[in-house]
Every structure is written in structure tokens, then in C-alpha cells.
């Protein structure tokens, strides 16, 4: 109940294309979603976050969508770059947070975007 | 803001030794510190949680007399992985946040890579 599915696990687009990753969840008590960029040998950065409460969030070409009812999320980035290639990281918060403790993340397995030039 | 670094970025060392790697919240206190391990093509494995002054928390199947975990301060936690072997090589994450709840975000670091010979 704690996991986060993340498809495809590998993408290759064309420059300008669309990438879409698709990411569900089982827990209704998740409350915050955050996609992670992460490039090979360094840590993830946060890309963009939703929470429930809507069901889009748009920064600049990234966009996630929401669905609460089919608990799923996506990620679509609109004329995908090369310097877009990365692995991309689907979390989810579980709230109240475990132990008491800070937030604590689930993460998805990932997906390793290829844009083409 | 909201900077995280990690000392070292990569080191090798022998087996048998002990590695000591840092994480520091630069612009920001982090009440709270995870600590991850990322194996290739693979997804974030969170070893522990730390809060600033207390015990690290740690997940199922991290031996913590492996895993010294010290959280001395709001800025500074540290990794000790002693008596090191080559299955201990893996990329070491960090990450914090400040444990406001408007944010709920994590902050990772840039990793550090360990190379036990």
C-alpha cells in the first residue's frame, strides 16, 4: 500500500516531442506528489509538486496531472529537449508523517527519459 | 535557497577502513535529514532518518553499527559507513527539509560516490 508505480521505465522521444510518465498510488493518505530530475551522478532536484486539491499544475513546460479518484499522476513535458534527458522520479508523501518525524518520501523505480536531437 | 551539499563527492577507499561523508543544509535549518542509497539504474533507498539531537531511525535491513548516522546540528548530519567492503560501493544521498509543513519538500544533495577496493 506504501508503493508507487511509475511507467515506462525508459522513454525515447524526438526533440519537441511530448514525454508523458504515468505514476499510481494505492494510499488515499498520500497528500503530496513531487517529481524529482535526476542526471547521471548527481543527486534529484525537484522538478514540480501537486497536491490534491487540483487537478493540473503547469510550470513552464512541465505539467503535472492529477487524478484523485483513479489515484494516479502524471508528468508531461511539452517540446521535450535533449537537455531534457534524465531519470525522473515520481514520490508521494505520506501524511501525518511517519513517527513524527519529518516528511518521508515514497519514490517510484523511475524513468530514464531519451530525447533525440 | 534551500541548498544542500555533500562532502565528499566521491571517494575511495580500502576495504576495511572507515568512510565519513557530510551533508549540510547551506541556506536553511533541517530539522530533519534522510539519508539514501542508489544503486545503478535504480530508485532512491532510504537507509534512516535523523532528527537534529536524537537517534537515527532506521529502515528494515540497515544495520546501524554499519550505518553511524550523527546529526549534531540543525545544519550538519553525517554518514560513518565502517569497516568497509566492496559491496558497500554505491552512490550516497542525502536529503533535508525544514520541516515546515507548507512545504513538505525534500532537498537532496549531490551524492556522494563510494568505491571500497
Known amino acids: 500500500q506504501q508503493q508507487v508505480k511509475q511507467s515506462p521505465q525508459s522513454l525515447i522521444v524526438q526533440k519537441g516531442g511530448i514525454s508523458i510518465i504515468n505514476c499510481a498510488y494505492e494510499?488515499?493518505?498520500?497528500?503530496?506528489f513531487p517529481w524529482y530530475q535526476q542526471f547521471p551522478g548527481k543527486g534529484p532536484a525537484l522538478l514540480i509538486a501537486?497536491?490534491?486539491?487540483?487537478s493540473e499544475k503547469k510550470e513552464g513546460r512541465f505539467t503535472i496531472s492529477f487524478n484523485k479518484s483513479a489515484k494516479q499522476f502524471s508528468l508531461h513535458i511539452m517540446d521535450s529537449q535533449p537537455g531534457d534527458s534524465a531519470t525522473y522520479f515520481c514520490?508521494?508523501?505520506?501524511?501525518?508523517?511517519?513517527?513524527?518525524?519529518?516528511?518521508?518520501?515514497?519514490f517510484g523505480p523511475g524513468t530514464r527519459l531519451s530525447v533525440l536531437p | 535557497g534551500a541548498v544542500v551539499s555533500q562532502h565528499p563527492s566521491w571517494v575511495i577507499c580500502k576495504s576495511g577502513t572507515s568512510v565519513k561523508i557530510e551533508c549540510r543544509s547551506l541556506d536553511f535549518q533541517a530539522t530533519t535529514m534522510f539519508w539514501y542509497r542508489q544503486f545503478p539504474k535504480q530508485s532512491l533507498m532510504l537507509m534512516a532518518t535523523s532528527n537534529e539531537g536524537s537517534k537515527a531511525t532506521y529502515e528494515q535491513g540497515v544495520e546501524k553499527d554499519k550505518f553511524l548516522i550523527n546529526h549534531a546540528s540543525l545544519t550538519l548530519s553525517t554518514l560513518t559507513v565502517t569497516s568497509a567492503h566492496p559491496e558497500d560501493s554505491s552512490f550516497y544521498i542525502c536529503?533535508?527539509?525544514?520541516?515546515?509543513?507548507?512545504?513538505?519538500?525534500?532537498?537532496f544533495g549531490p551524492g556522494t560516490r563510494l568505491t571500497v577496493l
Open positions: 494510499n488515499t493518505a498520500f497528500d503530496y
Open positions: 514520490a508521494a508523501n505520506p501524511s501525518p508523517p511517519r513517527d513524527n518525524y519529518g516528511q518521508n518520501f515514497v
Open positions: 501537486i497536491r490534491p486539491d487540483v
Open positions: 536529503s533535508a527539509n525544514d520541516g515546515h509543513s507548507s512545504t513538505d519538500t525534500q532537498y
